[in-house]
């Protein structure tokens, strides 16, 4: 970028998960996150991937489930 402007990059956070039960999941998920306009940008990696918006236009997720 040769004009002098700063590239934006998103930031991953990798969340910690398990099951209910709290048993660590065996099948090699990965989960991360990162603070978007509005909310967050939800990554789930397994075999295959998906994303997902979770609108929190306060940030206040901490990344855990609720209780």
Known sequence: MG???E???LVWEQLESSR???GIFNLN???HRTKVP???LVLVIHNTS???FYPDPEHKWDG???T
């Open 3 to 5: 004009n002098g402007t």
């Open 7 to 9: 590239r934006q990059q």
């Open 20 to 22: 209910a039960g709290g």
């Open 29 to 31: 998920w990965k989960v």
């Open 38 to 40: 509005g909310g967050w």
């Open 50 to 52: 998906g994303l997902t």
């Open 64 to 66: 855990r489930s609720s």
